[in-house]
């Protein structure tokens, strides 16, 4: 966050390869032009993604940094020395960034088919004004042009399993409105298999004098009416994890009353080699002190588990998300135990447990009642 080159670790990469960043902004960064800076962050991550089990990779939405007054970005002798096929500095930082996702894309799938890759861009790709395919906005940044990112196009390639643009501005907000930002990204990931979930800013509820209707706690809960007008939308990603705790104005009690009453299914990932895993084995269901202790063995990486009251045997049970109890993730113990403390004591309810695996395929269900 300076550019204090001495205040890096003795060991780190710069120190070996100081070539490898630059100072700007007062920030030191690496520059994303060289090959070898590109494959660095690669390896990086991809010692994760091999050595640990991730359910996904998630970029956050710098690539080169926001513009900052007065300054350009310092990497004129890098392009002069890789820039060769192009003849707009600008069109080659965005093949850099092309070649980063792209090639992420591709070394993390071929290691790992079911790891989610994706990215949290900026919301804005271009405003109308700069291109006519661009959005009906006039926001100060653009990812094409100031990030040099071109997200529709990571998108219309399908370098990435999900795009989670941050839409933090309110339904209204004349330079970026959110109703206006909802129907193109719907339309850009639209005949895709890019999967759509929307940024939203809990950060600003009850903090941001950017406009009054941050001030109103039902603001939140119209964005996702919106979103429900649009099925490309398939799930909401809040900004930050402080912003959903603190509650503020109560705008999460509101949510979760009138959009999250029910636990969801992750959405399936397409295109990932395999199919769903067999049904479960073993399932039982047996009343305790605390609730219903349900349990089985299984080949799924997770398992959802559905509630209906009598004896069940309908078909349709394990689509209707009112029935839904959970997920819960494969143990380390042969038999895998769900307990449902809700579970009413005075009637006959029956379970169903389907398996998932890893790209969130359902397999076929199997039941069990209890009285």
């Known amino acids: 966050m300076n550019t204090d080159r001495e205040a890096l670790a003795a060991d780190h990469p710069v120190r070996e390869h100081p070539e490898w960043a630059v100072p700007y902004g007062g920030k030191l960064y690496y ?87 994706g990215v949290s861009p900026f919301a804005v790709w271009r405003n109308a004004a700069t291109d006519p395919e661009g959005s009906d906005t006039t926001a100060g940044a653009q990812t094409y042009d100031n990030l040099y990112a071109d997200t529709r196009r990571w998108v219309r390639e399908e370098w990435v399993d999900y795009i989670a643009p941050q839409v933090y501005w309110n339904i209204g907000f004349a330079p970026a409105d959110y109703a206006k930002l909802i129907p193109w990204w719907s339309d850009t990931v639209a005949g895709t298999d890019v999967q759509l979930y929307i940024g939203q800013a809990t ?99 997770s398992y959802a588990i559905y509630r209906v009251e009598g004896r069940g045997a309908d078909p349709c049970a394990t689509a209707d998300a009112r029935h839904l109890l959970g997920t819960v993730h494969d143990g380390a113990e042969a038999d895998e135990t769900f307990l449902d403390t809700s579970a009413p004591s005075d009637i006959r309810v029956t379970y169903y447990v389907t398996p998932l695996d890893r790209a969130y395929r359902e397999g076929e269900p199997e039941r069990v009642s209890v009285r």
């Open 31 to 117: 520059d994303p032009g060289l090959p070898q800076v590109r494959r660095h962050v690669e390896d990086v991550i991809m010692e994760f993604v091999n050595r640990y089990d991730v359910d996904a990779v998630h970029f956050d939405d710098y690539f080169y940094p926001y513009p900052v007054a007065g300054q350009d970005f310092p990497d004129a002798g890098t392009y002069a020395e890789h820039g060769g096929d192009f003849d707009d500095v600008g069109d080659w930082r965005r093949n850099n960034t092309d070649l980063l996702v792209s090639e992420l894309d591709e070394r993390i799938h071929a290691a790992k088919p079911w790891v989610k890759f």
């Open 203 to 301: 950060y600003k509820v009850g903090t941001s004098t950017q406009d009054p209707a941050w001030f109103d706690p039902a603001e939140m809960s119209r964005h996702l009416d919106l979103n429900r007008s649009y099925p490309q939308v398939q799930g909401d990603i809040y900004f930050s994890a402080n912003g959903v705790r603190a509650n503020r104005l109560g705008h999460m009690d509101i949510l979760e009353a009138e959009h999250y009453a029910h636990p969801a299914l992750i959405p399936v990932t397409e295109g990932v080699p395999g199919r769903a895993p067999k049904a479960v084995t073993r399932l039982d269901a047996d009343r305790t002190e605390g609730g219903v202790q349900v349990s089985w063995r299984g080949e799924g990486a």
